[in-house]
């Protein structure tokens, strides 16, 4: 089985920046892919952004491009993203999606809420 335990939402102000980190424990012996998603109420779950297993291949959402960041931390299994000038219709609960073993892995979710 894998794990994975997200931390970094919050509440911040527009224009503000969050970070969010996801780990993935357990029996691993391939990370084929990871990635961020977000699911505001009343709306589907959407794609924030995904990277490869190598880091080379990378895609963004349109309503992200040139704020949010992925980047990948092999050595611990991890994957974060990094939110600048964030905007109120950023606010959704995000998850973090981890493809191990050719297996699917969701998080928990984590809230972010950017309000004044």
């Known amino acids: 089985q894998v794990q994975l335990v997200e931390s970094g939402g919050g509440l911040v102000q527009p224009g503000g920046s969050l970070r969010l980190s996801c780990e993935a424990s357990g029996s691993i012996f391939s990370i084929n892919g990871m990635g961020w998603y977000r699911q505001a109420p009343g709306k589907q779950r959407g794609l924030v952004a995904t990277m490869s297993t190598n880091g080379g291949s990378i895609l963004y959402a349109d309503s992200v491009k040139g704020r949010f960041t992925i980047s990948r931390d092999n050595a611990k299994n991890a994957v974060d993203l990094q939110m600048n000038s964030l905007k109120p219709e950023d606010t959704a609960v995000y998850y973090c999606?981890?493809?191990?073993?050719?297996?699917?892995?969701w998080g928990q979710g984590t809230q972010v809420t950017v309000s004044s």
């Open positions: 999606r981890v493809v191990a073993n050719y297996r699917e892995y």
